[in-house]
């Protein structure tokens, strides 16, 4: 693996896992701010832990050595996450800003995944 690649890498996962904990951490703890736009949305509240626990679990599957299915699983359901935050503010007419940070971690999912090692993949045979 080149240099550059590598150091992508490992900014993109470092970034991606400390976003993802971050909100993770936020949703198991329901703040105000957060049961509020959870309920804007249309979501139920129980919704933040199921999406909380997968976020730390994602994370851990994430950067633990080996495990390249459960990675796979790990980087789709940060993807589809990412993507129904982003198509749900769409479908409330959210303000431009509401879109970022599930944008800039989508952007970090894509980037972490496809400059990931060789040995974080799943080998075909």
């Known amino acids: 693996m080149k240099k550059g690649n590598k150091i992508v890498y490992w900014v993109a996962t470092l970034w991606l896992s400390l976003g993802m ?3 993770g951490i936020v949703q198991l703890i329901p703040l105000d701010e957060e049961t509020e736009k959870m309920t804007q949305l249309g979501y139920p509240m129980y919704f933040l832990t199921i999406i909380g626990i997968w976020k730390l679990l994602g994370v851990i599957a994430v950067l633990v050595p080996k495990l390249p299915l459960v990675k796979e699983w790990a980087y ?4 589809f996450l990412m993507s129904g935050a ?5 479908a409330v007419n959210d303000e431009l800003a509401e879109y970022f940070g599930a944008t ?3 952007i970090l999912t894509a980037l972490s995944w496809h ?3 060789q040995n974080r993949k799943i080998i075909q045979p």
């Open 86 to 90: 982003i198509f749900s503010h769409l």
């Open 104 to 106: 800039l971690i989508l």
């Open 21 to 23: 904990v971050s909100t």
């Open 76 to 79: 789709a359901g940060f993807t």
């Open 115 to 117: 400059f990931r090692p």
